[in-house]
């Protein structure tokens, strides 16, 4: 009965620890992805957990499982009761139909119920195998050290936070490689170990743990490895992390040096001198940028485009320009001008937006693609330096909350620094104005190469503030916008491309540039209420192309006219509610990112299905593998080889050694069963062999294995 107890506190262990590993790798999904109710795989995982470790018949286990995979389905996608039959048949017919998308490689296709479903029925083997890892083979450490990866590549590569759950992952793995280490030496030298071996253990890994936490621990070798990774790959890679400048995703750790790339990204026939934009960003980490608010991509009128960066400026309107794209990589987005009104082009496609970042794409048939060349309509602005003087408050709730925001951890000399730059100016236009000139006439200088990189406890501004005082084009936007910040001005960050390199005027008098990676370039705006978002320059040797004149007043009326706060507050509350609401309908995840998840998860539920029943068949294919390499392929057969084929398939035979039955008396029963006398004979000389030297008895071997081959014949139909 003790024994008994013991067995089931270890298992009760196991099994306990094994869910949380599995649960590491659920936790990142709303992160990382638009995943929506993922406790729902989290519930189905610890039940799949719980029917293992209660030991029910497979004929009750199996259905409970699949009834329970059926209600959380039913619960996500469909309405009414769960008892009613009816979506039972709409159930079936996607699985059909998706199934058949599913063989002819039709991935796109496949339904978020459907791909909820492999995924169910992925986290059902997953914890089938996890089980069998830790009840029946003891060993557990490959599946571990995976999930310890998995956590680095993701805390690595994406905006996932991953430094709790190491630890945690660390936790669990001491304490289940030391409980399978004693369940295996309990069981290989019939140790009796009790229960409470346990507390010693837990309290060892907690010693470990609170000494390497608190221990000293040296600096990061490599500043920022994913930059490290891409110029090593590119073989750009001399001694230190050097990236290639160009247009990148990932912005949340900025730093670091770069070489110029000439690499053409698109050529543009200009009328007038303007930055090309991509995209901006709101959220600084304090080591760099991310977008905290993921709106679905929403069709737009290629014919009437408004972006909403101003509300009321005056402008040259109907301005025309052609690009040609030459070389865009990985990134097939539209590059235009502040005051974008159309795009036109020859090929049928849709022009999607990302409402929060001002992101263009072009879409075909449901794909992304990149135009090979297209033509642009907007509106050049003519800012008013009179009418921002006047625009010096009234910003509304939304504008604060995204776009004033600032770590909770930022130095407070940042903040002095920026009411000493500003401490005689009175209006937002002329605090704006002071921290762009305020780099030119304090000694910051634009560097590429020797560019430091913040250390993990420094902030990345105020390193570059007051330690270098040495970056490019990231470090002097980055650093105006924290400024803007610390004084309650809403400013956001801002990427694309500057002007280019002029090559010739055409003949109509415009001017061809071509635009390079080494032109990518980031830049500042801030929000002027009244009026929108106006662009700011603060990068030495940067010259802002916009037109900001004292002439150009919007007339009284305009101003007065400008859309209510409390309305654009309104406005983009209900556009919030809504893109919540949207990504709350959708209920899986796997979309937005470039990783192929789907052929991937695809290829990993049927590797995972045939992985687990190979295990759980073991003993009826592998007797059959081993007669196969020794009849065909003539592989010489192994002691272990030899015995383990003939076990088992005596085994499958119904033959099975009992409990306290020894070898001998084994084989006299065998001999028995088969009529035969070849398995006692082996036998007799397996007992020499196992007390002598095997070089030396090579003759009585190959009688071992004349005797073997002549009993395989006899158990095998």
Not at 160 to 188: H, P, S, W
């Amino acid at each position: 009965m003790t024994n008994h107890r013991r067995f089931n506190l270890s298992n009760i262990v196991l099994y306990l620890l094994g869910f949380i590993l599995i649960w590491e790798w659920l936790r990142p999904l709303e992160v990382v992805t638009d995943t929506a109710n993922s406790i729902y795989f989290v519930i189905f995982t610890a039940i799949c957990f719980i029917l293992y470790f209660l030991k029910l018949p497979f004929l009750l286990s199996m259905p409970l499982r699949f009834i329970l995979l059926l209600y959380i389905l039913h619960d996500l996608f469909f309405e009414g009761s769960f008892l009613e039959i009816s979506w039972l048949y709409s159930f079936y017919e996607d699985i059909v139909i998706n199934t058949g998308a599913l063989f002819h490689s039709q991935w796109f296709e496949m339904s978020d119920l459907y791909r909820s479903f492999l995924f169910l029925i992925l986290l059902w083997v997953m914890s089938y195998l996890i089980h069998y890892w830790l009840i029946h083979a003891k060993r557990i450490f490959g599946f571990y050290l995976l999930t310890i990866i998995y956590l680095g590549v993701l805390d690595t590569f994406t905006k996932y936070d991953a430094g709790n759950a190491i630890v945690r992952t660390i936790i669990i793995g001491f304490i289940m490689l030391g409980t399978l280490q004693m369940l295996r030496l309990r069981e290989k030298e019939e140790v009796k170990i009790r229960s409470y071996w346990l507390v010693p253990l837990s309290l060892m890994v907690a010693l470990a743990l609170v000494i390497g936490l608190n221990s000293p621990k040296a600096g990061p070798q490599w500043p920022d490895p994913v930059p490290f990774l891409k110029s090593a790959a590119k073989g750009e890679f001399n001694g230190r992390s050097v990236n290639k400048i160009g247009y990148g995703i990932d912005d949340s750790k900025l730093g670091g040096a770069f070489i110029n790339d000439d690499t053409t990204v698109f050529t543009a026939e200009v009328k007038k001198a303007h930055y090309w934009r991509i995209e901006s960003k709101d959220y600084y980490t304090g080591k760099g940028w991310i977008i905290t608010e993921s709106y679905p991509k929403t069709i737009i009128d290629k014919n009437y485009i408004d972006l909403g960066i101003f509300e009321n400026v005056t402008k040259e309107e109907n301005i025309s320009e052609k690009v040609n794209v030459k070389n865009v990589g990985d990134h097939p987005h539209i590059a235009y001008p502040l005051g974008l009104r159309a795009l036109k082009t020859d090929q049928n496609v849709q022009v999607l937006m990302e409402r929060f970042s001002g992101k263009l794409f072009t879409e075909k048939n449901g794909n992304e693609i990149q135009l090979d060349s297209y033509e642009i309509v907007y509106d050049h602005p003519l800012f008013s330096i009179e009418a921002l003087k006047l625009a010096n408050g009234g910003d509304n709730a939304y504008i604060k909350e995204f776009y004033a925001q600032l770590p909770e951890n930022l130095p407070i000399r940042v903040k002095d620094l920026a009411k000493k730059i500003t401490e005689n100016k009175a209006t937002r236009y002329e605090k704006a104005k002071a921290i762009e000139s305020y780099f030119a006439a304090n000694g910051f200088t634009y560097e590429t190469k020797n560019v430091a990189v913040p250390n993990e406890d420094q902030d990345y501004v105020d390193q570059f503030l007051f330690e270098s005082k040495k970056g490019y084009c990231d470090n002097f936007s980055t650093s105006m916008i924290v400024l803007l910040r610390s004084l309650d001005i809403p400013a956001r960050w801002v990427k694309g491309y500057t002007q280019g390199d002029f090559l010739k005027v055409l003949n109509d008098d415009t001017k061809l540039y071509e635009v390079k990676n080494s032109n990518a370039h980031s830049w500042v705006e801030v929000y002027f209420p009244g009026i929108g978002w106006i662009p700011f320059e603060p990068t030495q040797g940067f010259s802002d192309p916009n037109v900001f004149t004292e002439n150009t007043v919007p007339p009284a009326t305009q101003v007065d006219q400008a859309e209510d706060p409390q309305n654009e507050q309104k406005k983009q509350e209900e556009q919030k509610k809504e893109s919540k609401d949207n990504k709350k309908n959708s209920r899986f995840f796997l979309n937005d990112l470039n990783i192929p998840f789907k052929e991937i998860g695809i290829f990993a539920v049927v590797a995972a299905l045939l992985a687990g029943l190979l295990v759980k068949f073991k003993t009826k294919w592998y007797p059959y593998w081993i007669i196969m390499n020794y009849r065909i392929r003539k592989k010489k057969l192994e002691e272990k080889e030899v015995f383990d084929t003939l076990f088992l398939l005596l085994e499958n035979k119904g033959m099975k050694i009992q409990g306290g039955e020894t070898l001998r008396e084994y084989a006299v029963r065998v001999d028995e069963y088969l009529g035969t006398s070849e398995m006692k004979k082996i036998a007799g000389i397996y007992e020499r062999l196992l007390y002598s030297n095997f070089d030396e008895k090579a003759e009585e071997w190959d009688a071992v294995v004349e005797l073997w081959e002549k009993l395989i014949k006899k158990i095998l139909p």
